[in-house]
């Protein structure tokens, strides 16, 4: 795998002990793959072909296996995204209070779409199902947070808050 | 019931009640120390005896469930905490976690001991950041106190628990997707039988229960199974967290006996619907079931039994109330879509079938339906989940229920407000 000329680095672990401390908790390495991804995604921001591939040497198994887990859940990522990734519920609950509209407030503010990410990496817009948070419709997750109850004006604030 | 007092969430208002020194304070772990000192089996029995029902959507016996645990294997044996709640309109399991961890955390060293396990997981979804971190202190503080890890209490017994994060796959709330997903695969459900009981995790023997199941048993071990069965109807007894979220002046979680009836839910415990609308319909029990109008609604008992009867199902508890104003096409378009994103796409009939639904609905709703279109959602409902004739559960079509959990709603919609979706087949032009 070449890029610019180089040979590119392959992926590893900085928290090592960590890694460690995955493994001795299942009786078989490949339950530690979902444990893996996620750790190794807080540290890249995304799974790169470089981190399947790391992670398949360490659980033993062939990279298309990963890549096909990779590939079935939504929150791992396979592009590099924004610095804050704003996940709108779009479910009943959350659409009969108002959800659509905290989503167009966002593409007419921040000019995008769902899916899209901003020119300058501040925000990824994503609409999302289910967050499991229906009592508190409409609820946004921000990177890893809850932002329950929502309207246009306090959503409007929140996002100020995020640079 | 007017005496009813709430079992599961009878501290949540306290302050500081997800704590180890608040949860001892009021008995916590007493039960634990009851049951190490059981038999195995007579724990099973007590859970048997309780007629516990899951809570997590099947409502399948827990302590028949365990009771499949086959003695004489050597292989170890494994309990799943499924806290992988993502059935729209459920959101209890949560509020269990936040609040309560310790009651569900007490519930599953007894299930664990019953079924003689000593390595343990709590499967969470992965979009549940806050409570993996709650809980990850908790099992911590549960290790350095002697209530996990070795001779638990000082017995013989021990149990490990680890935490597990979902990566977002509503599937992996099936408890064969969850056991794949737990393996580092995809989460596919598995052909049963054989049942996780007999070969889950690992190929060994695994019991899968759900948070507000397990949160049940240190009330059932310390006041008896007698007690618990005469809460609400014998057959599906016991507290039961009723979420209720939509169209409503009160959302949230009420914990009521099992067999409290709907329209006292809605009118009484969510303050009714804001600005006089009147009630159109419900999901009884999140959005695998089918949908009840405000007439069938309004005298419905919220009960394992009676919700077959009306053609629908208790399921997560999760009640979504429509009012007057929620155009049915629409949220029966919001509720395919779910679907159809969330099916795995193992079984042919469920992946294409949600597709289609999805298309078909939306073109409806932009105003170019067919004249043959409600026939054909007809159709390919009975497609993915079975010719729908409750009498006979209608199961067969695809590996798991999803098949049945996309059919039902979407069908009940169409069946139940056909007008609706028949002004779209007769206007011109509808603007989207």
Sequence with gaps: MKSNG?????????????????????????????????LAQSQEGYISNSVIETIADLVDCHSAVVMDCVSFYTMLYTKPQGRHIIQVCQTLSCSLNGADALVDHV????????????????????????????????????????????????????????? | MNTFKPVLTEYIDQQDCHTLPFYKSVGGYTALDKVLKMNPEDVTKEVKDSNLRGRGG???????????????????????????????GTFKDRLLMNKAPHQMLEGMVIAAYAIGCHTSFIYIRGEFYKEYKLLEKVVTEAYENNLLGDNILGSNYSLDVV???????????????????????????????????????????????????LSCLPHIVNRGAGWFKSIGPEKGPGPR????????????????????SLKDLI??????????????????????????????????MMDFEELVEKKSMLGSAGVIVMDETVNMVQACLNIARFYAHESCGQCT??????????????????????????????????NIGGLIDFSKGS?????CPFGEAVAWPVRSFVEKFKNEFMEYLTQEKVVA
Excluded at chain 1, 144 to 151: A, D
Excluded at chain 2, 280 to 294: D, E, R, W
């Design chain 2, 267 to 300: 009118f009484d415990r969510a303050g009714g619907i804001p600005d006089g609308k009147q009630l159109k319909a419900v999901f009884p029990g999140g959005s695998s079931s089918a949908i009840l109008t405000a007439n069938e609604a309004i005298d419905v």
């Design chain 2, 395 to 399: 199961f067969g079509k695809t590996i």
């Design chain 2, 58 to 88: 099947a409502g399948f016996p827990t302590g028949v469930k365990w009771g499949f645990i086959p003695k004489d294997s050597d292989k170890p044996k494994y309990l799943i905490n499924n806290a992988d709640e993502s059935e729209p």
């Design chain 2, 349 to 382: 009939p469920c992946r294409e079938g949600t597709a289609w639904l999805v298309k078909m609905l939306t073109r409806l709703v932009n105003g170019g339906g067919k004249p043959n279109d409600i026939d054909m959602l007809f159709e390919i409902t009975d």
């Design chain 1, 6 to 38: 180089k040979l590119k680095q392959r992926f590893t672990f900085s928290d090592l002990e960590r890694v460690e401390q995955i493994f001795s908790q299942y009786p078989d390495k490949k339950s530690a793959t979902l444990p893996l991804l996620h």
């Design chain 2, 163 to 213: 935490i597990h994060r979902g990566a977002g796959a509503y599937i992996c709330g099936e408890e064969t997707g969850l056991i794949e997903s737990l393996e580092g695969k995809r989460g596919w459900p598995r052909i049963k039988p054989p049942f996780p009981a007999i070969e889950g995790y690992l190929q060994s023997p695994t019991i899968v229960n759900n948070v507000e199941t």
């Design chain 2, 241 to 260: 967290l009723f979420c209720i979220s939509g169209c409503v002046n009160n959302p949230g979680i009420f914990e009521e006996p099992m067999g409290v």
């Design chain 1, 107 to 163: 593409t007419d503010k921040y000019e995008i779409k769902p899916g899209e990410t901003m020119a300058n990496d501040r925000f990824t817009l994503m609409k999302v199902e289910c967050l499991g948070s229906c009592g508190t419709a409409p609820v946004v997750q921000i990177n890893k947070e809850y932002h329950e109850g929502l309207s246009t004006q306090k959503f409007d604030k929140l996002l100020e808050s995020f640079e």
